[in-house]
């Protein structure tokens, strides 16, 4: 296998540095070498944040660049168009319908674009959507959005032998036990979608 | 079986590292991309690690402990060396006892830092090796290979990271803590007590230690070659090889340096005579590109590549091999999504009040510098930490008819940094500054670490709190007033009436970070759909948790605080908290 690249992007607070931790963890179980690379600091102040996810036999830079990624893991649908630029041709882009106003909307300086999700389609890009917001109320638990993203994954990352039973124990060693059974349930409810 | 392994950040294999060379001691100031090696090191029991107020206690804490027999540690981002410089100066010359080991993260590409400058200079002015790993399993290795440098040669050591390296995850194998024999303290004027009769000789001591360093790294493991092909030959280290391996393969050959200073002379020419063409790969300063022209290297590498930000593979692509990223999809610009201070913050009501006043506001660094962003807008300078107090000294001196228009902003952790000294000298010298001290009880920008203000070490027990009133006090601040700044008629009657004064201030701005776990979040706002007018009055607050459609403002009820500015800024009423509908 080729080396994979998984981008997962959102805004700060979002919860993507532990989607990256969860999927790199997972990758080294499954006995790739990875990179992981994390954005820490001023941005995760409401800002424009990016996770880089790498595993293969092995992996030299953690970051990835325009045109390399495989799997864009999109937490809001402005990041998924803002960091569209950064998947291969035949890349997958995983998004979430969420939308949050950034400052320069909220005070009226720009405008948040519209039919994000249509535009990027008509382009040819592979698209998959899922209500991960909505699917982290179904389970009572708001911030388990980022654990349905991963569940709509799962099924991408599978042939590369990162199975749903080793993302569900890894899910398992890296939330806390009271979070635990809303958290699987939302990561079972988005791979059902 | 395989050796135990672990995902690991560059800065947790420090620590890990720090644990296996069997380092007692570690003294830091946070600073992002550092800040995870010191709190990860204080998750060891066998590691008393604490937090400085600054940087230059952090390095001479441990160099102290490290004179002492203790192997020593203190780590601080690339401005925290200009900190603490002063110590590691010296240090050359007294050397160690037991090691003693620094790790500076630079920060090319200013993810979160004012400047983007390149710590080696000072390996090289300080005269002090310095080891740049390349990934979180040399970030551990050479954090053990770094304490073992300073004893052999008895200096100081410079490790040297940078935010790609810092905060990126790779394997990392596992050791066992290794149990290090405590070297004796030895009274010795002489090498310990830097007059000038005593420092002369350490001097020369430093020149022959660093040749001794030069002939050490011509042959150490630190620093190999990788010959595939005569054709091109990259000298590298750090990040910047990992993104020359990714786009090159075996197609080039590589010198990696993983010590990059002093800089191996034979390695280098060796190197050069065996391919075509040498092209140096090195983020930021040319120091190992003009390093190599001064032993008569012909070589590239800042006639292609940039001085400034961050590099990539991409980056390398494009200036080393010709590659054209094709860009294929939606042609539309997307609106930048800054930082913004969040729902709730304690700062946002101060840089309100700031901007209706239409105030000079020297400005400094953490969380409050996003008051300089639209919509508040309510900050003219930012430099380095403490700059705001002593800055605004300086002008009001300079200009002391604009003290009553003018005020800066510090907050607690900052304050304590480097504020201090900057007050002491306007009570000295009879200055008419006002100080805004923002005491959001945290050291917020970089993550939440405690300080002397807060009540709390790092390993989290309770300790007692520098009163901020009094010490201001202490200083020869007469005048000190504490605010809420969640009340902003309070904020804003209480600044007036101190710039009014013809006498140095400080007005401590108290609350809590809202997002410390101790804080309780109020019930939410919401808005009247009759009663708003769509004036945008409550939009100056720059809140995200407000938005503005249909000619009316909304409240998102999961971002809401509760903290009510926007409610206090709304004349008509159409702003309630949600129990009162
Ligand atoms: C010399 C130096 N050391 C460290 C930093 C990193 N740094 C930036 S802001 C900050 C702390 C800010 O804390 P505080 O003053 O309490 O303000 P808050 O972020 O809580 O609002 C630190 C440590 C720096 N910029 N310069």
């Known amino acids: 296998m080729n080396s994979k690249s998984i981008m997962i992007v959102g805004v700060g607070g979002q919860g993507t540095l532990l989607a990256g931790r969860i999927i790199g963890n997972a990758a080294l179980a499954a006995g790739y070498d990875v990179k992981v690379s994390e954005v820490h600091g001023m941005s995760q102040r409401g800002g424009s944040v990016v996770t880089y996810v790498k595993y293969g036999e092995s992996i030299s830079s953690p970051v990835i660049c325009r045109g390399e990624a495989d799997i864009i893991l999109a937490f809001e649908q402005m990041e998924a168009l803002r960091w569209s630029p950064y998947l291969k041709n035949d890349g997958l882009l995983i998004t979430s319908n969420q939308m949050i106003n950034p400052m320069p909307v909220i005070t009226g300086a720009a405008h948040y674009n519209e039919n994000i999700i249509e535009k990027l389609t008509a382009t040819g890009i592979r698209i998959e959507t899922l209500d991960a917001a909505g699917i982290a109320q179904a389970v009572g638990n708001d911030k388990a959005s980022n654990i349905a993203i991963i569940g709509a994954l799962a099924g991408h990352i599978e042939n590369d032998g990162i199975t749903r039973e080793i993302l569900t124990d890894t899910i398992t060693a890296y939330l806390p036990q009271k979070h635990l059974k809303t958290n699987l349930e939302a990561f079972e409810m988005a791979q059902c979608r | ?581």
Not at chain 2, 99 to 114: C, E, L, N, R
């Open chain 2, 1 to 581: 079986m395989e050796k135990n392994t672990k995902l690991m950040l560059g800065n947790e294999a420090v620590a890990r590292g720090l644990f296996e060379a069997g380092c007692g001691f570690v003294s830091s100031y946070p600073g992002t991309p550092s800040t995870e090696i010191t709190e990860f090191a204080a998750k060891y029991d066998e590691i008393y690690a604490e937090w400085a107020p600054n940087e230059k206690v952090s390095a001479e804490a441990a160099h102290g402990a490290a004179v002492a027999g203790v192997r020593a540690f203190c780590g601080m981002k690339h401005v925290g060396l200009n900190v603490a410089a002063d110590l590691f100066f010296t240090a050359a010359y007294t050397g160690v006892n037991a090691g003693f080991v620094a790790a500076v993260a630079d920060d090319p590409g200013m993810h979160s830092s004012q400047n983007e400058q390149d710590s080696r200079h000072y390996a090289r002015a300080a005269k002090l090796p310095m080891l740049e790993p390349a990934d979180s399993a040399e970030c551990k290795s050479y954090t053990v290979a770094a304490f073992e440098l300073s004893e052999q040669f008895d200096t100081p050591v410079l490790l040297r990271l940078t935010t790609r390296i810092a905060h990126s995850q790779s394997v990392t194998p596992l050791d066992e803590r290794k149990n290090i024999p405590k070297p004796e303290y030895v009274k010795d004027p002489a090498k310990y007590v830097m007059m000038p009769a005593n420092a002369r000789g350490r001097h020369d001591i430093v020149e022959d230690r660093l040749l001794n360093l030069k002939e050490y790294s011509e042959t150490c493991s630190l620093n190999y070659t990788e010959y595939n092909t005569a054709r091109i030959g990259i000298i590298s280290s750090g990040i910047a090889y990992q993104y020359a391996r990714e786009i090159f393969g075996k197609s080039v050959s590589y010198l990696k340096l993983g010590m990059v200073w002093p800089l191996p002379d034979k390695l280098l020419l060796e190197f050069a005579s065996k391919v075509e063409r040498v092209i140096v790969v090195e983020e930021l300063d040319d120091i190992i590109e003009s390093y190599c022209r001064s032993l008569g290297i012909k070589c590239e590498g800042k006639n292609l590549l940039p001085l400034t930000g961050e590099y990539s593979q991409e980056i390398l692509a494009e200036r080393l091999k010709g590659r054209k990223y094709e860009f294929k999809g939606v042609n539309e610009p997307v609106p930048p999504r800054p930082p913004v201070l969040c729902p709730g913050c304690p700062h946002r009501g101060i840089f309100y009040v700031l901007r209706k006043l239409k105030l000079f506001v020297s400005g400094d660094i953490g969380c409050y510098t996003l008051g300089a962003l639209p919509p508040l807008l309510a900050m003219d300078t930012t430099l380095c930490m403490g700059a705001s107090v002593s800055g605004l000294h300086g002008k009001v001196k300079a200009i002391p008819q604009e003290a009553s228009s003018s005020i800066a902003v510090i907050g607690d952790s900052t304050f304590i940094h480097s504020g201090l000294t900057g007050l002491a000298g306007i009570a000295y010298n009879r200055s008419n500054a006002n100080i805004l001290i923002l005491d959001n009880s945290i050291t917020g920008m970089t993550g939440h670490q405690h300080n002397p203000t807060t009540g709390y070490t790092l390993k989290g027990e309770e300790t007692r709190i520098i009163e901020l009133e009094s010490l201001c006090r202490a200083l020869g601040i007469d005048s000190v007033s504490v605010v809420d700044p969640y009340d902003i008629a309070q904020c804003e009657s209480v600044i007036k009436a101190e710039l009014a004064k013809d006498c140095p201030s400080v007005i401590i701005a108290r609350r809590p970070c809202v997002l410390l776990k101790s804080v309780k979040k109020e019930n939410p706002y919401k808005t009247d759909p009759a009663h708003c007018k769509g004036c945008k009055a409550c939009m100056a607050a720059g809140c995200p948790a407000l938005s503005f459609g249909d000619k009316k403002a909304a409240i998102d009820s999961v971002l809401c605080t509760g903290c009510g500015i926007c409610a206090r800024l709304c004349k008509f009423g159409a702003i309630t908290k949600k129990d009162q509908l």
